[in-house]
C-alpha cells in the first residue's frame, strides 16, 4: 500500500478558491489520486478550513458547504486524533514553536507514517522529510529555513505528574481493548 498524505487547511484553501498556486495543488492531488494515495485529514481540518474561508476570503456559508462538498471527493479518510495523539501534538508544537492545531497534522502524519502536504511555513520545516510537496512562497516574504531538529526547550518531561499520566492512558486504553466489542460504555 502506498503512504498515506496529511492535508492540512493551508493547503485545502488553493483547492476550492482562485490562489497563485491552485493548479499546481490541483494537480498534485490528481496525481496522488490517481496512484492511490488515500489523502487524510484530522476532524479539526474541516473547522479549520470553514473559518479560513469565512473569516479570510469572506466566503458565504453557501460558499463554504459547496467548498466542503467539493473537497468530500478527494479526501479519502477523516481521523478523530486520539488522547496519545494530542499528546503528540503538543509536544510538536513546543518543540517547533508551531499551533496546537498545525501540530496535529504533523503529528497525524507521524501515526500514520503518513506525508504531510501543507502551504504553511512553519510547519513545512518542522515536517523535514515527511514533506511531500514543498508550496511555492516566492510571491511570499522569504525567510530563513529553520534547521529540522528544533533549539525549543521541551518542558513536558518536567511536568512531575507525567508519568503516572501517561501510565494511566497506557491502563486505560488496555482495558478498553478487552472490552467485548458490544459492550456499551
Known amino acids: 500500500m502506498t503512504r498515506p498524505i496529511v492535508l492540512d ?11 497563485p498556486e491552485s493548479a499546481r495543488w490541483r494537480a498534485i492531488t490528481d496525481r496522488w489520486l490517481h496512484d492511490g494515495r488515500p489523502i487524510v485529514v484530522p476532524a479539526h481540518f474541516w473547522l479549520e478550513l ?16 459547496e467548498a466542503l462538498h467539493g473537497l468530500d471527493d478527494l479526501v479519502t479518510e477523516t481521523v478523530e ?24 497534522y504533523l503529528a497525524l502524519a507521524e501515526v500514520l507514517d503518513a506525508e504531510l502536504a501543507t502551504m ?9 522529510p515527511r514533506l511531500v510537496e514543498r508550496a511555492d ?6 525567510e530563513t529555513a529553520a534547521p529540522y531538529e528544533s ?17 494511566s492512558l ?12 458490544t459492550e456499551v460504555r
Do not use: C, K
Open 9 to 19: 487547511a493551508s493547503a485545502g484553501v488553493p483547492l476550492v478558491r482562485a490562489e
Open 151 to 167: 533549539p525549543n526547550r521541551v518542558t513536558w518531561p518536567d511536568y512531575a505528574g507525567a508519568a503516572s499520566y501517561l501510565a
Open 120 to 128: 504553511d511555513r512553519a510547519l513545512e520545516r518542522a515536517a523535514g
Open 81 to 104: 486524533l486520539s488522547r496519545p495523539t494530542l499528546l503528540l501534538a503538543i509536544d510538536r508544537a513546543e518543540r517547533f514553536g508551531l499551533s496546537v492545531y498545525d501540530a496535529g
Open 50 to 65: 470553514g473559518n479560513a474561508l469565512m473569516r479570510r476570503h469572506h466566503f458565504s456559508s453557501a460558499a463554504v458547504f
Open 170 to 181: 497506557r491502563a486505560r486504553f488496555r482495558q478498553a481493548e478487552s472490552r467485548p466489542a
Open 137 to 142: 512562497h516566492r510571491s511570499r516574504l522569504s
